[in-house]
């Protein structure tokens, strides 16, 4: 049975999404974890992958166009040449929550749905409700939390109203799209509380399996030879990082890095960046390299010491003179000067808790919290602990630790080969160090 593919949601404000390139063309075989096209919001660019094996067929919308949320912009088929007559950038039909269960009794209003955080997320896990039932909210105001398998965030309510219906509880993994929370206009007589289950309705018929002749065998038999990389065209093109940087997306990173597999490989060998999770299978078919050992144990680990911090003081002084209250956004804007790049996306990580922050070069105020992106810096801020010394080794991006030590810091940097070079790396601590000794003067 075909699948469709659909323009994502990737917040609760976004309503369309503006394709900017293709990197699969019709009629191409595909498999599940290759990057099918990009999609442009008004916060980031992300990659959308593919959700299954099979055949990119019925593509409804070319580069450039924009297109409404849920609408169906192509298909992965069985075959080539399946008769996709259109998904014709219509909207998808998303049965509504609870319309077969007592559907009539759920109050008119603004429908919250679970968000899609990330391109390969199918659902959430709803952590917790962040106000009591029949509560007044506005439409930034957080309004639950929900967890991926990369990060715990807080979802803004995206509608001012009351929460009337809470139809899903903390603990329940939750389908990306479907209909969690519904706010009134006016306060509710009473309030309405249902699981995820009951309000979704019957689960479905499960879909009879395919047989195995069906299913496209020589190109996913055959593992694709270094000199002769599979990937498309407008992704050949591109060059890599001149730093010396390896350029991949954050899925592949993560896993090459949990299944010990050595990135500056392809490098070697030739093979076009940036680098996908297809991209791993052509890493795996490679020779044995007696030299991944060597190349893991020259990942870089610097330390560096601050006597006397003004990072608290800089912090209170944000809050009480420039009305900048959020602690992780202060420490992600005094980062982003250190990555080398402009604009990064910094990660800020306390407590076990991940958020992410779009930095602007030419002011702290500027620093928006987003969602599911590549980090060029993660920044581990462990000063409220009593970890005094740290070696974890590395992980998407380079990671640079803070923790206490006396009246100052002690400051970790950790990351994997390809990640930063030598020079980079002394540069980004020894400027940091600096930044976070003295903010006030690196802002003058």
């Not at 990937?231 to 890599?240: D, E, P, Q, R």
């Not at 940087?245 to 500056?264: N, V, W, Y």
């Not at 940036?274 to 299978?281: F, I, K, N, Q, T």
Request: glycine share 8%; hydrophobic share 40%.
């Amino acid at each position: 049975m075909p699948l469709d593919v659909i323009m994502p949601a990737l917040g609760m404000a976004q309503d369309t999404g503006v394709i900017v390139a293709w990197h699969k063309q019709p009629g191409e075989a595909v498999a599940m974890g290759d990057v099918l096209f990009e999609v442009e919001t008004d916060k980031a660019t992300m990659e959308v992958e593919a959700q299954g094996d099979g055949f990119l067929t019925g593509v409804a919308a070319a580069a450039g166009e924009e297109v409404p949320v849920g609408n169906v912009i192509a298909r992965i088929s069985e075959s080539a040449d399946a008769d996709d007559a259109g998904p014709s950038g219509t909207a998808r039909e998303v049965p509504a929550q609870g319309r077969d269960r007592d559907a009539d009794d759920l109050p008119d209003g603004h429908q919250v749905i679970m968000p899609t955080l990330g391109m390969a997320q199918d659902t959430g896990l709803l952590v917790g409700w962040l106000v009591e039932p029949s509560a007044q909210v506005g439409a930034d105001d957080p309004l639950f939390e929900v967890e991926t398998d990369k990060s715990t965030m807080e979802v803004p309510a995206g509608a001012a109203g009351y929460l009337a219906a809470c139809l899903a509880q903390p603990g329940e993994e939750v389908p990306t799209g479907q209909v969690i929370a519904i706010l009134t206009p006016e306060a509710p007589a009473q309030t309405i509380t249902r699981s995820a289950a009951e309000a979704s309705g019957p689960a479905p018929a499960p879909e009879p399996a395919q047989k195995p002749a069906e299913t496209p065998a020589p190109a996913a038999q055959t593992p694709p030879v270094p000199s002769k990389p599979t990937k498309a065209a407008n992704t050949a093109a591109l060059a890599a990082d001149p730093s010396g940087r390896i350029l991949a997306s954050p899925k592949a990173r993560r896993l090459a890095l949990e299944q010990g597999l050595d990135l500056s490989r392809l490098v070697a060998a030739g093979v076009p960046q940036p680098y996908h999770v297809a991209d791993l299978e052509t890493l795996r078919a490679m020779p044995a390299d007696t030299t991944t050992a060597t190349a893991s144990a020259t990942s870089l680990h610097l330390t560096a010491e601050v006597r006397a911090e003004g990072l608290s003081d800089f912090t209170a002084w944000a809050r009480e003179t420039a009305g900048l209250t959020d602690p992780s956004a202060l420490l992600a804007g005094l980062a982003a000067p250190c990555c080398g790049t402009p604009d990064p996306v910094v990660a800020v990580e306390t407590f076990g808790q991940r958020r992410l922050f779009q930095t602007r070069a030419d002011s702290l105020g500027a620093v928006t919290e987003c969602a599911d992106q590549e980090p060029a810096l993660i920044l581990r801020d462990l000063r409220m602990s009593r970890i005094t010394g740290l070696r974890l080794g590395a992980e998407e991006a380079p990671v640079l630790s803070l923790t206490a030590a006396g009246h100052g810091l002690s400051l970790t940097l950790e990351g994997a080969p390809g990640q930063l070079t030598p020079t980079e790396a002394l540069s980004l601590l020894s400027d940091f160090a600096g930044r976070v000794e003295q903010p006030l003067r690196h802002l003058l």
